[in-house]
């Protein structure tokens, strides 16, 4: 008996990705017309999913972001209760799917750092995109306090960096093999800009994670970045 093939992705996936992809090659100016031509749709199907490119561009941020997210586990393992060793695993399992899904990790990159429209809170415009529980975890320890997010965002930060130097020089995941005398492995440089991080946030190694009660989230919806039609 024939294996079933996986199902075909839906029209609005398709879009998605196609938009992450000319995002990735050409950035923001790509249209909508190259979008659809990708995605092998009509302009149609692009205006009844998302209306416009203003629309389309923080949905995709948001696909983006989903795809850099580790599914939750399947079964009722509890999560790490130490914090060093939480947000370090976070660090890991994005980097893992940053690397599987690098069209992605280049769009979430670029939307980070391109012209965001303002809120009026510069704590709502961060885009943590697959980071947005470090802010909650951290004022588990310290407290309600705005620099939770201000030091998420520089974990987010540094985390894109590091991972956009190591994509640029290294052949992830085609079995390479590294000499440690030529220069640190991809992995010896992600951690140690984890534990760069962690020093910076001044928390002791054996920090434990606590429970928040309810709060407002600093999670924002994502803004579309000033682009051309």
Not at 176 to 198: C, H, M, N, V
Request: net charge positive; glycine share 6%; hydrophobic share 35%.
């Amino acid at each position: 008996m024939r294996p079933l093939s996986p199902p075909a992705p839906s029209l609005r996936t398709r879009i998605l990705d196609a938009t992450l992809l000319k995002v990735m090659r050409v950035g923001f100016v790509a249209t909508t017309e190259q979008i659809t031509q990708s995605a092998q749709v009509g302009a149609g199907s692009l205006t009844r999913h998302f209306g416009t490119k203003a629309q389309l561009l923080p949905a995709a941020f948001t696909y983006a972001s989903d795809l850099l997210r580790e599914p939750p586990p399947s079964d009722d393992t509890p999560p790490e209760p130490n914090l060093y060793l939480r947000c370090q695993q976070l660090w890991r399992d994005t980097t893992r799917r940053a690397v599987k899904h690098r069209a992605a990790f280049h769009y979430w990159r670029q939307y980070r750092a391109s012209p965001q429209t303002s809120s009026g809170d510069a704590l709502d415009q961060l885009q943590l995109g697959p980071f947005d529980p470090v802010p909650d975890l951290l004022q588990g320890i310290r407290g309600y306090s705005p620099y939770c997010a201000l030091d998420a965002c520089l974990l987010a930060s540094q985390w894109t960096t590091v991972l956009e130097f190591v994509l640029a020089n290294y052949s992830l995941g085609r079995g390479q093999s590294f000499d440690p005398k030529e220069g640190p492995t991809p992995g010896q440089l992600l951690d140690r800009s984890y534990e760069a991080w962690w020093q910076s946030v001044g928390f002791l190694p054996e920090a434990t994670v606590r429970p928040l009660p309810p709060t407002t989230s600093h999670r924002a919806q994502p803004a579309a970045p000033f682009s051309r039609q």
